[in-house]
């Protein structure tokens, strides 16, 4: 069983973590999702760490549930503005159409994502093998359900990610190959998401909110781990 766990990784695109029935196979860097996705044409599950389903109006209950979870690492998780609001040409305008659906200003750092979120909602809209995770919802689950102390940035947080990675079986190589160049974080993001992946494919995958949300046009917005 073959699965991908895919995290954005800033001017480089997306990073690609494969997984051979749970265990590292190796990695995959482009520019482009799509691109990146149909490298894995033989993958059975496709996890991203990106918003993909969007509601009209409110908060997606799915970033609630996760916040309320995550406990110290609750900031990790952006609130993500109703659809329309991505739709807007600039910030500003998505900040004041996001007030008038859910009541908040956007934020400067949830913006930032749309360019990312626009290209991941594209690629899931077109292709069912695609998913929707958050890497620290995984370390959560593969923690046993305790929100981890440290960020994924400091030392001592990435260490922590490595070790419980390594307990579930996917240990991580001191040389990846096409990901070598890639920041550690987004590294272990990608190999969380592609954990969840395999968990998706096995049918064994947690997820939130446990009755999932739908959009306007009956689709599944929730996040799995």
């Known amino acids: 069983m073959e699965v991908l766990g895919v995290d954005a990784c800033g001017r480089q695109g997306w990073i690609g973590i494969r997984l051979t029935d749970g265990t590292f196979a190796g990695s995959l860097v482009d520019v482009r ?25 409110g908060w997606r209950a799915a970033d609630l549930g996760a916040r309320a979870l995550l406990g110290v690492r609750r900031s990790s998780v952006f609130l993500v503005a109703p659809r329309s609001a991505w739709r807007e040409p600039d910030y500003l305008s998505a900040s004041d159409r996001c007030h008038e659906l859910t009541g908040y200003r956007l934020s400067q750092q949830a913006w930032a994502l749309a360019p990312k979120l626009r290209e991941a909602r594209a690629c899931w809209l077109a292709d069912e093998r695609i998913y929707e995770v958050h890497p ?28 419980l990675l390594a307990a579930a079986g996917l240990v991580l190589p001191d040389e990846l190959g096409e990901a070598d160049r890639i920041p550690p974080d ?17 049918g064994i995958a947690g997820r939130i909110p446990e009755v999932p949300e739908l959009d306007g046009k009956g689709r599944v917005v929730e996040i799995r781990y």
């Open 33 to 57: 999702l799509d691109a990146l996705t149909k490298r894995a044409a033989g993958v059975e599950a496709i996890a991203v760490d990106m918003p993909l389903g969007l509601i009209e109006k």
């Open 136 to 163: 620290e919802v995984s370390f959560y689950a593969l923690a046993g359900g305790v929100p981890l102390d440290h960020a994924k940035k400091t030392w001592r947080g990435q260490n922590a990610r490595r070790h």
């Open 186 to 202: 987004d590294v272990l993001d990608a190999a969380a998401a592609a954990w969840s992946a395999h968990r998706i494919a096995l």
